[in-house]
């Protein structure tokens, strides 16, 4: 366990739970993993809980984060509450007031928060600003076909 600062290269792999306070760690294991304004480079973990920190890469069942970031998520349901994530890949997310760059999941329920990229097969939720969805992709593509055409035929002249 890392109370009080400081990094760790690894922390005890297996652990049942660890719990990290203004320190960091570059890889951790364990089965429940609380992280209190602190970071981790790569956590895999069956629950994941950050508050006021970080992590790189995160997989696991389940992460909840609270006014933290991260970089990349692969869980089977990832909550964000007032942070942002470069990617989430989930079965289920849950976006309150948060910013996600890219969001892969089967239920997406966002409220407040914006999107740059979304794939979903159901979206539930208000105030969703989704930079990419279904139209502006289909338009994209229409737009990239089209350039690309008529550049191959100028090319072919």
Known sequence: MSENGGWAKHENQGEESVTIRHGGVQTLTAREVTIRQGGAVRVEANEV???????????????????????????????????????????????????????????????????GFLVTRELRGEGVRVLFGPRAAFAFGAGAALVLGLLRLARGR
Do not use: N, P
């Open 49 to 115: 809980e950050v508050t006021q920190g970080g992590v790189l890469l995160a997989r696991a069942g389940e992460l909840e984060v609270t006014a933290g970031t991260v970089g990349a998520v692969l869980t089977a349901e990832a909550r964000l509450e007032l942070s942002a994530a470069s990617a989430v890949v989930a079965r289920e997310a849950h976006l309150d007031q948060s910013a996600g760059a890219v969001v892969v999941a089967e239920a997406a329920h966002v409220r407040d928060s914006a999107i």
